[in-house]
């Protein structure tokens, strides 16, 4: 179970670039849970990814020298659907189709990715920790500096 969990449904074994996979496969999660629960469901399955994360990767690499194996990339999916929030909020508050704002899912993905990969500041110093806490909370940061990114890019086109 927490193979599937770590791996998010083995998306994390696909190459090349399992966590950009594992980013990918967090869109049409994300996007299921927006239908099912709205933009609340999407923040509480953030919240719910990062503790469930942090277990799953706690056993994952248990006795391993590996701290952060490329297969897991539940610590993408969270991060991923941090950085998705202000796109799910702007949608519920404007009452509109969640697919209708496509420019920011593409934000979110591109923006998540630049961040998690570069691990500028403080999301390179979460990286450095060694464990599964410095597992997820790298692409916590590397989520919140991109949903900052989004907003500040939704301001822009909006006032265009």
């Known amino acids: 179970m927490t193979h599937l969990i770590a791996t998010f449904f083995y998306a994390g ?4 670039a399992p966590g ?20 609340w469901g999407l923040l ?7 503790f469930i994360g942090v277990w799953a990767t706690e ?21 991923q659907w941090i950085a998705l929030l202000p796109v799910a909020f702007g949608a ?12 920011g899912w593409i934000a979110a993905f591109v923006l998540f990715r630049l961040f998690d990969i570069t ?5 390179g110093w979460a990286d450095r920790m060694k464990g599964p ?5 790298d692409d916590v940061i590397a989520g919140i500096f991109a949903a900052i990114g989004v ?7 909006h006032l265009l």
């Open 44 to 50: 509480i399955g953030a919240v719910a990814s990062y």
């Open 92 to 103: 519920w508050f404007a009452a509109s189709n969640i697919l209708a704002l496509w420019p």
């Open 133 to 137: 806490t410095g597992v997820m909370l």
């Open 151 to 157: 907003m500040i890019l939704a301001a822009i086109a």
């Open 119 to 123: 691990k500028w500041g403080p999301i």
């Open 59 to 79: 056993v994952e690499t248990r006795g391993k020298d590996d701290h952060d194996p490329s297969e897991i990339v539940i610590d993408e999916v969270c991060g």
């Open 13 to 16: 074994h696909l190459r090349p």
């Open 20 to 39: 950009t996979w594992g980013s990918l496969a967090a869109l049409p999660a994300a996007w299921v849970i927006y239908v099912i629960a709205g933009p």
